[in-house]
């Protein structure tokens, strides 16, 4: 194949689209139906206009759970936070390299 590919070689743009449809095909991940509604929405300021404001804490805590369950993140005991796996790091680098350098079918 060539060098070795990270997910900081390819578009940003192109991989989140190619791991979105890779967890869509492979059927890993249920997608609620609301999913196309909620990605963010009004932050109501009261008489001033309405300004963007991100999505809430639970759509996010949400989709890191799933992404728990399929190994992919892992809750780091040290900070609190979570982390990419080694399963999640191995995905993401082949889907990059299948990007970077076209699918090996």
Same mark, same amino acid.
């Given at each position: 194949?060539?060098?070795?590919?990270?997910?900081?070689?390819?578009?940003?743009?192109?991989?989140? +689209?190619?791991? /979105?449809?890779?967890?869509?095909?492979? %059927?890993?991940?249920?997608?609620?139906?609301?999913?196309?509604?909620?990605?963010?929405?009004?932050?109501?300021? %009261?008489? @001033?206009?309405?300004?963007?404001?991100? @999505?809430?804490? @639970?759509?996010?805590?949400?989709?890191? +759970?799933?992404?728990?369950?399929?190994?992919?993140?892992?809750?780091? @005991?040290?900070?609190?936070?979570?982390?990419?796996?080694?399963?999640? +790091?191995? =995905?993401? =680098?082949?889907? /990059?390299?299948?990007?970077?350098?076209?699918?090996?079918?």
């Amino acid at each position: 194949m060539g060098k070795p590919t990270s997910v900081k070689d390819v578009d940003q743009h192109e991989i989140v +689209q190619s791991v /979105a449809t890779f967890l869509k095909k492979s %059927g890993k991940i249920k997608l609620p139906d609301w999913v196309d509604l909620v990605y963010g929405g009004n932050k109501r300021r %009261g008489v @001033a206009p309405n300004h963007f404001s991100k @999505a809430s804490g @639970a759509v996010i805590r949400k989709t890191l +759970q799933s992404l728990e369950e399929l190994k992919w993140v892992e809750k780091d @005991a040290a900070t609190g936070g979570r982390k990419l796996t080694k399963q999640g +790091q191995k =995905d993401s =680098d082949r889907i /990059a390299s299948e990007l970077r350098f076209g699918s090996a079918e």
